[in-house]
């Protein structure tokens, strides 16, 4: 099982990315995929979450990320509009069995994670 994120970059604020995680291993039918961010010196944050034909935002991002799977590629994909200086972080794709119940924002829920990617959103 692996997962690899790409898309990360530096962009100034009001801007936008395209953030995409490379699941192999498994296919996203059986698992749900989330996205989770982190600064230095603070908790791994849950921005976005896809499983099971819904999805979920945190508060911060909502109407501003949009997660998106393609099944043909098993690529889960993050689209980033209206960057702020506050999303600057290192962003995680992570999986989790699709049958997993509770919430989705805790990072010790999910068995499988990708190796990050900088984003950085400058004023």
């Known amino acids: 099982v692996q997962l690899v994120e790409s898309g990360g970059g530096l962009v100034q604020a009001g801007g936008s990315l395209r953030l995409s995680c490379a699941a192999s291993?498994?296919?996203?039918?059986?698992?749900?995929i989330a996205w989770f961010r982190q600064v230095p010196g603070k908790e791994r944050e849950g921005v976005s979450y896809?499983?099971?034909?819904?999805?979920a935002y945190a508060g911060s991002v909502k109407g501003r990320f949009t997660i998106s799977v393609d099944n043909a590629k098993n690529t889960v994909v993050l689209q980033m509009t209206s960057l702020k200086p506050e999303d600057t972080a290192v962003y995680y794709c992570?999986?989790?069995?699709?049958?997993?119940?509770?919430?989705?924002?805790?990072?010790?829920?999910?068995?499988?994670w990708g190796q990050g990617t900088q984003v950085t959103v400058s004023s």
């Open positions: 291993g498994f296919t996203l039918d059986d698992y749900a």
């Open positions: 896809s499983g099971a034909g819904s999805a």
């Open positions: 992570a999986a989790r069995d699709v049958k997993y119940g509770g919430g989705w924002q805790f990072p010790i829920d999910y068995a499988y």
